[in-house]
């Protein structure tokens, strides 16, 4: 287990998730196919060598995942080129990939972090992630475009609590208080 901040971070070990070989033993999606598993296994050493560390905790270590920005399961979106390129890739601990999956929270172009779910168990200790800079660093138009989907993914879920409050409320939705936000209409629709 490490720690950053206040926030502490199971080995990938102890993650529940679909077993995969392409990415470091395992896959949050669960969509990669044999033929994929070659790319996946370059596109991990590539973002391995650029990033080094999880751009959002600064930890190395085994348990560390290289993220598709731009998931597999959305690749019609993106240039096919760009799927398996560092470019569409971040360094992740294993929980934070599963959160960044999850839509959970997002990172813009500048690094700096949104939390889109209120009780997300890192939003105090994952404030910004670092980028790289370099020509094949990440994609700053596949992370406008994953934050684009995230956000209505996330407006879709629970638009009320999304209107209203900015962020989905766990408690909200488990005590059914944000139906309640259904029947109110203040004119001011996104």
């Not at 669960?30 to 600064?58: E, I, M, P, W, Y």
């Not at 813009?108 to 779910?117: I, K, N």
């Amino acid at each position: 287990m490490s720690r950053v901040g206040s926030a502490s971070f199971l080995s990938s070990n102890l993650v529940t998730s679909c077993i995969s070989m392409s990415i470091n033993d395992r896959c949050s999606t669960g969509r990669h196919v044999d033929r994929n598993k070659k790319c996946q296994k370059k596109f991990r050493n590539k973002v391995l060598s650029r990033d080094q560390r999880c751009v959002a905790t600064g930890l190395s270590g085994n348990d560390l995942i290289a993220a598709h920005i731009m998931p597999l399961d959305r690749s019609e979106l993106i240039p096919r080129n760009l799927l398996f390129s560092a470019k569409n890739g971040v360094l992740l601990t294993s929980q934070l990939e599963d959160d960044y999956d999850r839509h959970m929270w997002i990172f813009d172009e500048t690094g700096d972090v949104r939390v889109l779910f209120q009780f997300w168990s890192y939003r105090t200790a994952v404030t910004r992630v670092s980028l790289s800079r370099n020509d094949d660093g990440p994609s700053l138009d596949l992370i406008r475009q994953h934050n684009e989907l995230a956000l209505a993914a996330v407006k879709h879920h629970c638009p009320n609590c999304w209107k209203y409050v900015g962020e989905i409320n766990i408690s909200n939705h488990q005590s059914g208080s944000c139906i309640a936000l259904n029947n109110i209409d203040d004119g001011n629709d996104e």
